[in-house]
């Protein structure tokens, strides 16, 4: 197989979202005057976020719902009383300064300096359009990709095989000569084979999963196979 691009997931598989949310937490409370345990808060809301995305990932909700759902459900989850019209401010607080914060997963750089040269890289994302252009920017990685796109600009979001299509088609690229790297099994893994495209699984947290889908543990590993 002649590999000649390689697509990326952003957040959570080179863009550490976990962190970088954890930092903007701690920023827009202190700023809005919430005096909350960050950790207590965080435990409750990363499995609630998760269900969200999932949701909206499968169009059952809106994003105006994913954004406020999940600091809803989460505030409520820990009983602290917090108004909607706050709600809303920290939702849209969240979104303006999360991209400010630029941690990558370790080997970030390195793997993407070592792919450059050999391939032609894009991201396709399901994140929001308006914040994933500052977050690949601010944290340096925006040279090494040649085409960018996200589920808002095409309709449709991964696994939706119609956002792989419309990446092809961007990228000049085809099936045989593309491989996807993601670290969602559903978005990322599944929606790629599904279409038809090599799939390698950024398996972050040790994950059981099908042996015959290539995974990395670390993404220096990739090295191994492209």
């Known amino acids: 197989m002649n590999i000649k691009h390689i697509f990326f997931d952003l957040d959570h598989t080179l863009w550490d979202f976990e962190v970088n949310s954890a930092k903007t937490f701690e920023k827009i409370f202190k700023d809005n005057n919430i005096t909350i345990n960050i950790s207590v808060f965080l435990n409750n809301y990363k499995p609630i976020n998760f269900e969200y995305w999932r949701l909206y990932r499968n169009d059952k909700i809106s994003k105006k719902k994913l954004r406020y759902g999940r600091l809803k459900d989460t505030f409520d989850k820990i009983n602290y009383s917090i108004s909607d019209d706050l709600i809303d401010k920290l939702s849209d607080d969240y979104i303006a300064v999360l991209p400010m914060f630029n941690a990558l997963f370790d080997g970030t750089h390195e793997v993407l300096e070592y792919l450059k040269p050999k391939y032609q890289l894009h991201i396709i994302t399901n994140g929001f359009s308006e914040i994933q252009s500052d977050k690949m920017i601010n944290s340096k990685i925006d040279n090494y990709f040649d085409k960018v796109i996200t589920s808002e600009s ?73």
């Open 154 to 226: 095409v309709g449709v979001k991964k696994p939706n095989p119609k956002i792989f299509e419309h990446a092809l088609k961007v990228a000049n690229a085809s099936k045989n000569d593309s491989i996807m790297i993601g670290d969602s099994w559903e978005a990322d893994i599944m929606g790629a084979k599904n279409f038809g495209i090599q799939p390698i699984y950024c398996n972050f947290e040790n994950q059981l999963v099908d042996p015959s889908i290539i995974s990395v543990n670390h993404l220096l590993e990739l090295k191994n196979h492209l």
